[in-house]
């Protein structure tokens, strides 16, 4: 067997494939918040996390365009080397006042947020329980300690109490690692159940909100807040790549302790920092959002919109009312097939398959911003309506006139 098989087995399958290959989408112009071009066409995005349509607001560009003259393009290393800019420091400040917490260090990426504060956290002796629905990032984060990793059932308190109640009592070296907003079904933790469990039973909580900063709560702080549970959770990670419309991650929290994770952290201390023009941006999109909540209500209505008019239409969405609409088509080759379809009529929404979900169970992403209009979605629907039934994933349905 030589290393290289697997990859020509994987290219030989991408060979074979007809149609748009999933995975390969190129943006080649962005016209709008939520309209593209991909291979020629005039594309709706239902398939990005601009929730709140940030990455174009006029404000957002500018603090771009200022930090580039200011600062350069990148930091050329990481945080701890040489990699820390005024403006670094100043986000980490705006991170806690904006959540009321003492602390706040920035990341890379999302992904190295989660990296960074499991891997400083756990070691050797140390349990980590996460739920079985778990970011690749989290699963990842587990891989790189030496900890005892105990998955529990998704969005289970009774699994999560269960697997707690088994290891011995006392010790303080557990951490549970829970999302706020699940990224794939748009469901929603039981955070109050979870920390009740976490306080009974006493283990450090984390929870990721990187789909739900923004998004959820009065301030938008995330599911912790709309739950009314932030102040009990240990460590809340976000990211900037969704609602904040940049790059990066976020963790704060009320413990001094976090700031031992600037020493201890390899996915913090081996890579280089933000570029000036991201952290910039991102500040400017923290403020943004703190100044507009009407933009929720904006991104609500609009899920609520889509929400109701691919019901009535005759799709099959997930439960959970969220910016996140699954769209569930289950079998592999007919939502492959629909997605290509969707994408050749001009609607991009993002494709979930084994590896990223049970076989059998795959699902079409439908992703929702503040910034798409009545017209972009009553069109979105209108081609939903038609492709679905052309390829009989809407059974008995006639197809609108498109
Ligand atoms: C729950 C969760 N955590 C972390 C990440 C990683 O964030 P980033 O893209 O900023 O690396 C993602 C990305 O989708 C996510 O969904």
């Given at each position: 067997?030589?290393?290289?098989?697997?990859?020509?087995?994987?290219e030989?399958?991408?060979?074979?494939?007809?149609?748009?290959v999933?995975?390969?989408?190129?943006?080649?112009?962005?016209?709008?918040?939520?309209?593209?071009?991909?291979?020629?066409?005039?594309?709706?995005?239902?398939?990005?996390?601009?929730?709140?349509?940030?990455?174009?607001?006029p404000?957002?560009?500018?603090?771009?365009?200022?930090?580039?003259?200011?600062?350069?393009?990148?930091?050329t290393?990481?945080?701890?080397?040489?990699?820390?800019?005024?403006?670094?420091?100043?986000?980490e400040?705006?991170?806690?006042?904006?959540?009321?917490?003492?602390h706040?260090?920035?990341?890379?990426?999302?992904?190295?947020?989660?990296?960074?504060?499991?891997?400083?956290?756990?070691?050797?002796?140390?349990?980590?329980?996460?739920?079985?629905?778990?970011?690749?990032?989290?699963?990842?984060?587990t891989?790189?300690?030496?900890?005892?990793?105990?998955?529990?059932?998704?969005?289970?308190?009774?699994?999560?109490?269960?697997?707690?109640?088994?290891?011995?009592?006392?010790?303080?070296?557990?951490?549970?690692?829970?999302?706020g907003?699940?990224?794939?079904?748009?469901?929603?933790a039981?955070?109050?159940?979870?920390?009740?469990?976490?306080?009974?039973?006493?283990?450090?909580?984390?929870?990721?909100?990187?789909?739900?900063?923004?998004?959820?709560?009065?301030?938008?702080?995330?599911?912790?807040?709309?739950?009314g549970?932030?102040?009990?959770?240990?460590?809340v990670?976000?990211?900037?790549?969704k609602?904040?419309?940049?790059i990066?991650?976020?963790?704060?929290?009320?413990?001094?302790?976090?700031?031992?994770?600037?020493?201890?952290?390899?996915?913090y201390?081996?890579?280089a920092?933000g570029?000036p023009?991201?952290?910039?941006?991102?500040?400017?999109?923290?403020?943004?959002?703190?100044?507009?909540?009407?933009?929720?209500?904006?991104?609500?209505?609009?899920?609520?919109?889509?929400?109701?008019?691919?019901?009535?239409?005759?799709?099959?969405?997930?439960?959970?009312?969220?910016?996140?609409?699954?769209?569930?088509?289950?079998?592999?080759?007919?939502?492959?097939?629909?997605?290509?379809?969707?994408?050749?009529?001009?609607?991009?929404?993002?494709?979930?398959?084994?590896?990223?979900?049970?076989?059998?169970?795959?699902?079409?992403?439908?992703?929702?911003?503040?910034?798409?209009?009545?017209?972009?979605?009553?069109?979105?629907?209108?081609?939903?309506?038609?492709?679905?039934?052309?390829?009989?994933?809407?059974?008995?349905?006639?197809?609108?006139?498109?």
């Amino acid at each position: 067997m030589d290393l290289l098989d697997k990859l020509r087995a994987l290219e030989k399958r991408r060979a074979d494939f007809a149609g748009s290959v999933p995975g390969e989408t190129v943006i080649d112009r962005v016209v709008g918040p939520c309209e593209v071009v991909i291979e020629g066409r005039r594309t709706l995005m239902f398939g990005s996390n601009n929730y709140l349509g940030l990455t174009l607001h006029p404000d957002v560009i500018d603090a771009a365009r200022h930090a580039v003259v200011e600062y350069g393009t990148g930091t050329t290393g990481s945080r701890s080397a040489n990699g820390t800019l005024a403006i670094h420091e100043r986000l980490e400040r705006e991170f806690a006042d904006w959540f009321g917490k003492r602390h706040a260090i920035v990341f890379s990426t999302g992904y190295q947020a989660n990296l960074s504060i499991i891997g400083a956290l756990c070691g050797a002796d140390d349990v980590i329980l996460i739920d079985a629905d778990s970011h690749a990032s989290i699963y990842d984060a587990t891989r790189q300690t030496s900890s005892k990793v105990i998955g529990f059932r998704h969005n289970s308190p009774e699994s999560l109490q269960k697997k707690l109640e088994r290891l011995p009592s006392g010790a303080r070296n557990r951490l549970v690692v829970v999302e706020g907003l699940y990224s794939v079904r748009g469901d929603v933790a039981p955070l109050k159940e979870i920390v009740a469990v976490c306080r009974a039973n006493g283990a450090y909580l984390l929870v990721d909100e990187a789909h739900s900063l923004g998004t959820y709560g009065a301030r938008g702080l995330g599911c912790s807040e709309a739950q009314g549970v932030l102040d009990q959770v240990d460590f809340v990670v976000g990211t900037f790549s969704k609602s904040l419309a940049g790059i990066g991650g976020v963790c704060v929290s009320d413990h001094p302790e976090l700031r031992a994770v600037h020493f201890l952290a390899r996915a913090y201390i081996f890579t280089a920092s933000g570029s000036p023009s991201n952290i910039a941006s991102v500040s400017a999109a923290l403020q943004v959002i703190r100044a507009h909540p009407e933009l929720r209500d904006r991104l609500w209505a609009n899920v609520r919109l889509l929400r109701q008019e691919l019901t009535e239409i005759g799709l099959a969405i997930g439960e959970t009312e969220s910016p996140i609409v699954p769209i569930l088509t289950g079998d592999e080759d007919r939502t492959i097939a629909l997605w290509q379809q969707l994408l050749a009529a001009g609607v991009y929404v993002n494709l979930i398959v084994p590896p990223g979900c049970p076989k059998g169970a795959c699902v079409l992403r439908a992703s929702v911003s503040a910034a798409h209009t009545a017209d972009q979605i009553a069109r979105a629907v209108e081609i939903f309506a038609r492709i679905g039934a052309e390829t009989g994933v809407i059974r008995g349905l006639a197809a609108r006139t498109v």
